[in-house]
Each structure stands twice: as C-alpha cells, then as structure tokens.
C-alpha cells in the first residue's frame, strides 16, 4: 500500500501519516461542520473506516487538514491524490507501520468481545471494509490487535484474510462483491457517505452513495479503487461485455466525458444501486433503470443524453 501513497501524492512529502482511530469518521469540506442526515448536503466529501492512513497538511481549532491516502482522487486539483478534507483532530493517530492490517471486515458490522471466551461485549464494531490486524485465528475466534495496543476477540466468519483473497479465483471474487452488495441493499442513501448502515452512534451518520456503495464492497475484497465514480471510471478498465461486479457508469447529461453515476452489475440483467437522496439501495432491473435489456445495453449508448460505459476491476 506504501507504493500507491508514492504514486499519488509522492515520496518526497514531509507531512505526517496519521491513522484512523474511530470505526467511521466523515470527511468534511470544511472544519467545524456536522454532516446532515437525510438530505443533500454539499459539504459532505466523503468517510473514512479504522485504520486508513491520511496525510496531516494542518490543524485548525481542533480539526484536521487531511489527505486520504486510501481513496485515490483526480477532479479537485486535476492530479491523483489522497482524497482532500477535514476531520475532527480526535479521530486521528500517529500511524503505526508495524501495524500490519491483515483482514477485512466483510460483514455489515462486526461485533467484538474483551475476552477470548466472547462473554463481555466490547463498545467497538467496525464496519465493511474495515482493515484490522489479527493474530491467534482459529475456527472459534480471532484476536484483533487495535492500533493503540488494545486488544479485542472476533468471530472469524465476520472477516477474511487478505491471503485468502489472494488465491481466489476471478469468479469467486465477483461472487463476493455481490453478496457484500446484497447485504446493503435497504440501507438508506447518505451522500458522501460510505459506510453501512446502523443505529447512529454519537450522531454519526452512516450510509452510502453509488460510488461509496461499490468503493466499499471491493474493499471488502481487499482491492482498494479510487472513492468517486468518475475516479472508479478513469482507474477501471474498459470492456464490451458485462460480468457480475463489473461497474456501469453513466456520464452527466450531455457531458460524455464527465462520469456522474456509478451501478454494480449483478447478473441476469440487474444491478445494485445506491439510486439518490431520499432513496435506498437497491437491486433492480436494466430494463426497469435504463429502459434497456442487458442485450441491449453496449458501452456509448446514450439514454436520455446521458452516456453509458462499461469498466472491471476483477480480472
């Protein structure tokens, strides 16, 4: 993972890498602000799960300037960079490189214990796409070893192991990022949002959007891709032909080259969606969303001005 941080944003920074400290934390434009549930709100970038690394460019009254290093971005300064933003100075750790993260969460929200026995629940659960560091994994539990030296016991069937991952077929790993799609299907659109939904903790909202929806299940695969659709669009590659969890993008409304919506392709002519404001995600038909059948739908077709274009990133 060091060598996207190079790529992105270059070896040559000398601003501090921090880590995540929370299960989820939002993003903001700006410092100072609480992001709104329920509606659109603009200042709502996007969230970062326990664990991801960010790059500290200043603090301000008790916020963070930061780079999220884990969420490749292209359209605020036209380069590929960490995500820009704000958040609350609290939710930030000095990175530990001996750190390890060797799983991921790979349901909605993983509960944990403070013993090995799973008797005492503890306050912590982290949510889909989550990179945690294990040890002692056996069929009963996994003990989770936290950034700060805690200490926390887990049920093995909440996560995988980024090994297993590693040798898994193409087609296995498309049925995985379906079956974490389908496990956030009814939860509700939060814009900016990227992360599954729960009972709000401390007021924090949770939810997703169309890119959130389809960055957070890949990485439950443990392939990270960029945050946005139109970062998703530029970073996939480019098919003719759909496979399950291969992405259909669509562009703004006479604007071809400015990708604006993103849909996980599920199979026998369905798609998951995180559809809008308001809304929830859901699976639904092609022909129901687009007007057209999955035979019908080609890479440049243009429906109601808006344009269509395939891309995958399992190959």
């Excluded at 916020?63 to 609350?88: C, D, M, N, S």
Aim: glycine fraction near 8%; charged fraction near 20%.
């Amino acid at each position: 993972m060091l060598c996207a941080v190079c790529s992105m944003s270059g070896c040559a920074s000398t601003k501090p890498i921090l880590s995540v400290a929370v299960p989820v934390v939002d993003l903001r434009a700006g410092p100072g602000t609480k992001a709104k549930d329920n509606q659109h709100d603009p200042l709502q970038e996007s969230q970062l799960l326990y664990g991801e690394r960010v790059r500290l460019l200043q603090r301000k009254n008790g916020w963070a300037q930061i780079q999220a290093l884990e969420q490749a971005e292209f359209t605020h300064r036209k380069r590929w960079e960490g995500y820009p933003g704000w958040v609350p100075e609290e939710s930030l750790v000095p990175w530990q490189a001996v750190w390890p993260a060797n799983i991921v969460v790979t349901q909605k929200w993983a509960p944990t214990w403070q013993d090995p026995y799973l008797l005492v629940p503890s306050s912590w659960k982290f949510p889909m796409g989550a990179f945690l560091f294990a040890t002692n994994m056996s069929d009963e539990r996994w003990k989770i070893e936290l950034s700060d030296g805690t200490v926390l016991w887990m049920l093995p069937h909440h996560a995988r192991t980024f090994q297993a991952f590693s040798g898994m077929p193409a087609e296995e790993k498309r049925n995985c990022v379906l079956r974490a799609a389908e496990l956030l299907v009814g939860d509700a659109y939060f814009w900016g949002g990227r992360s599954p939904k729960a009972e709000p903790v401390d007021s924090q909202v949770t939810g997703v959007d169309c890119s959130g929806l389809v960055n957070i299940v890949f990485r439950s695969i443990g392939v990270q891709i960029p945050r946005d659709a139109h970062e998703q669009f530029l970073r996939a590659q480019t098919v003719e032909h759909l496979q399950p969890a291969d992405l259909i993008f669509l562009s703004q409304p006479d604007q071809p080259k400015q990708i604006v919506h993103v849909m996980l392709f599920a199979g026998k002519g369905h798609v998951f969606e995180a559809p809008g404001t308001g809304k929830a995600v859901h699976r639904i038909s092609l022909l129901q969303r687009l007007g057209r059948s999955e035979e019908e739908l080609t890479p440049g077709l243009v429906i109601e001005g808006q344009t269509v274009y395939f891309g995958s990133y399992i190959q």
